[in-house]
T-cell receptor, first 115, second 114 residues
Framework: GAVVSQHPSRVICKSGTSVKIECRSL??????MFWYRQFPKQSLMLMAT?????????EQGVEKDKFLINHASLTLSTLTVTSAHPEDSSFYIC???????????FGPGTRLTVL | AQSVTQLGSHVSVSEGALVLLRCNYS??????LFWYVQYPNQGLQLLLK??????LVKGINGFEAEFKKSETSFHLTKPSAHMSDAAEYFC????????????FGKGTTLSVSS
C-alpha cells in the first residue's frame, strides 16, 4: 500500500535555530501534501497545504514566514521551522492524499523539542 | 464549514465489553468520514472510512461504524474490547473532494482495564 515517510522522527534543537522536516510519498505521486500540528493530548490542526509547483496555502493564524513549506517534487514536501522557540515544540505530521478513494496517508510524525 | 465533535474525551471500558466512541459531524455537502487510531508517539492509522457507499462500514481490528445522515453521526463501535485497543481515536471529515484536507475531532482516549 501507499506509504508516507517523515524525517527526522525526532529532533531536539536550541531556541533560535531552524529545523527542516521532510515528508515523502514513497510509492505514489502527490501534487498536494498537508502539514498538521498536534500538541500533547490534543487533536491534529491543519497548518498548511503544500502544492507542488506553487506556493503553499496556510491556515488562518499560521505564520508563513515562520513555517516555510517547499514542495520540491511530486514526492517531497519540506517544512522548515525558522527561528524555533519552545512554544514551537510539538508533533508535526504530514499527509498525502491519493486521488482514488479520497484517502489520505499519514506520515509517522516528527517530534520537535525546542530547548 | 465542516466540523467534527467527539463526545467524551475519555472512555473507559473493561476487557470484553462493548466499545462505543461517538462522533457527530457538520458538513454542507455529503461528507467523507474517517476514524483513525493513534498510539503514543506514533502517526495515524486508518481504521475505516465512509465514502457514500454502504452506511455500515467495517474496518480493521473488529471495529465498525454506521453513518446516520438523519443524526449526522458516525459512531465507532467494537463488540468486545481488547487491551491492545487502548489508544487515542480521532474522527475526521472531508468534503469528499480528492485531495481535500481532513478536519479532525478533538479525539477520544480509550482505556481498557482487565
Amino acid at each position: 500500500g501507499a506509504v508516507v515517510s517523515q524525517h527526522p522522527s525526532r529532533v531536539i534543537c536550541k531556541s533560535g535555530t531552524s529545523v527542516k522536516i521532510e515528508c515523502r510519498s514513497l510509492d505514489f505521486q502527490a501534487t498536494t501534501m498537508f502539514w498538521y500540528r498536534q500538541f500533547p493530548k490534543q487533536s491534529l490542526m491543519l497548518m498548511a497545504t503544500s502544492n507542488e509547483g506553487s506556493k503553499a496555502t496556510y491556515e488562518q493564524g499560521v505564520e508563513k514566514d515562520k513555517f516555510l513549506i517547499n514542495h520540491a517534487s511530486l514526492t517531497l514536501s519540506t517544512l522548515t521551522v525558522t527561528s524555533a522557540h519552545p512554544e514551537d515544540s510539538s508533533f508535526y505530521i504530514c499527509s498525502a492524499p491519493r486521488t482514488s478513494g479520497n484517502e489520505q496517508f499519514f506520515g509517522p510524525g516528527t517530534r520537535l523539542t525546542v530547548l | 464549514a465542516q466540523s467534527v465533535t467527539q463526545l467524551g474525551s475519555h472512555v473507559s471500558v473493561s476487557e470484553g465489553a462493548l466499545v462505543l466512541l461517538r462522533c457527530n459531524y457538520s458538513s454542507s455537502v455529503p461528507p467523507y468520514l474517517f476514524w483513525y487510531v493513534q498510539y503514543p508517539n506514533q502517526g495515524l492509522q486508518l481504521l475505516l472510512k465512509y465514502t457514500s457507499a454502504a452506511t455500515l462500514v467495517k474496518g480493521i481490528n473488529g471495529f465498525e461504524a454506521e453513518f446516520k445522515k438523519s443524526e449526522t453521526s458516525f459512531h465507532l463501535t467494537k463488540p468486545s474490547a481488547h487491551m491492545s485497543d487502548a489508544a487515542e481515536y480521532f474522527c475526521a471529515v472531508s468534503e469528499g473532494q480528492a485531495g481535500t484536507a481532513l478536519i479532525f475531532g478533538k479525539g477520544t482516549t480509550l482505556s481498557v482495564s482487565s
